[in-house]
């Protein structure tokens, strides 16, 4: 179904793995496109209720956009593009199911742009991230000027994105720009475990989670009046039942 990623649903989590090792999952625009239509598809698909997006092999989570791919591109086909780029890391980040990125390797340029487009990021021990377009003569392109800032700040963004300079994981947790590391055996067990638990709560509940948090971001948007619709409109729906059932009596609730 797929020509550059792999798809597999288990325990109701769906891992997307970027398939292209050899070029240590340099994204291509066919494997965005891959991506973008995989997390699309999950957000309809009721067998899925979390997603893992990592990369295959040990080596690299994703060493950025396929520079082979773009190095003819004139200045309409770089807006292009980057615009596309936009709307798929967009897609991932308004997921209405929580998507972790699994970051096994090189996370760099378009690849740290990927997983900072995730709700949450998960390194193993050997990962580095970078944003070395400045290398190369262009900015990043896949949001990551903006997704940077929102993680580490401005002053470290800064530095980072004018330097060029690749982090290690634990200096990437230091800087808050992962939520975890662990040795490389345990990246995807860990990240099974933290969907196994949030597959447990109201799925209605975190989607709108997820909406509030985007929206403190989103300059048309104001966050707190989204958490207010979102509180009201939860007060009508089934989990809201169920959920506050459960606890009165004294039960696990089910959604
Ligand atoms: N685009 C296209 N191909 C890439 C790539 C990218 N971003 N990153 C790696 N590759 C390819 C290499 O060209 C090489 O292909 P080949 O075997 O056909 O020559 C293969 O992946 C292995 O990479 P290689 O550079 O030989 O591995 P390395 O261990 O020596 O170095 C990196 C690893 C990550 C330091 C190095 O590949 C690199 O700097 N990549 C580009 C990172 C970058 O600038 N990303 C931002 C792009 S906007």
Redesign the pocket.
């Known amino acids: 179904m797929y020509n550059n990623i792999l798809t597999v649903t288990e325990h109701h989590i769906q891992t997307i793995t970027i398939n292209r090792e ?3 999952n ?1 994204l291509n625009i066919e494997t965005l496109q891959e991506i973008k239509q995989a997390v699309s598809a999950a957000q309809n698909d009721t067998e899925v209720k979390g997603i893992i997006i990592t990369g295959s092999g040990s080596k690299a989570f994703a ?6 791919e773009f190095v003819n591109f004139n200045e309409e086909q770089g807006r292009k593009m980057s615009a596309d780029g936009h709307a798929v890391m967009n897609t991932i980040e308004q997921s209405s199911k929580p998507v972790i990125a699994a970051v096994n390797g ?1 996370a ?3 690849g740290c742009e990927l997983a900072m487009a995730c709700h949450l990021r998960i390194a193993s021990e050997n990962a580095k991230f970078g944003q ?2 400045v ?2 003569g262009v900015p990043p392109g896949y949001g990551g000027t903006q997704r940077l800032i929102q993680l580490v700040g401005k002053g470290k963004a800064m530095e980072l994105l004018l330097s060029a300079d690749a982090i290690s994981a634990n200096e990437a947790l230091e800087y808050r720009l992962v939520n975890d590391v662990v040795p490389i055996e345990d990246l995807l067990p860990r990240c099974f475990e933290i969907l196994n638990k949030l597959k447990t709560k109201s799925p209605m509940a975190i989607a709108k989670v997820i909406r509030c948090v985007n929206d403190h971001f989103d300059h048309s948007k104001n966050g707190f009046e989204t958490e207010i619709n979102e509180f009201g409109h939860a007060f009508g729906t089934n989990d809201f039942k169920e959920g506050t059932d459960a606890f009165l009596n004294k039960r696990k609730p089910n959604f």
Do not use: M, R, V, Y
């Not at 060493?63 to 082979?68: E, H, N, T, W």
């Open positions: 050899s070029k240590l340099a060493a950025g956009a396929d520079i082979s090189f760099l340029g378009g070395p377009e290398n190369l």
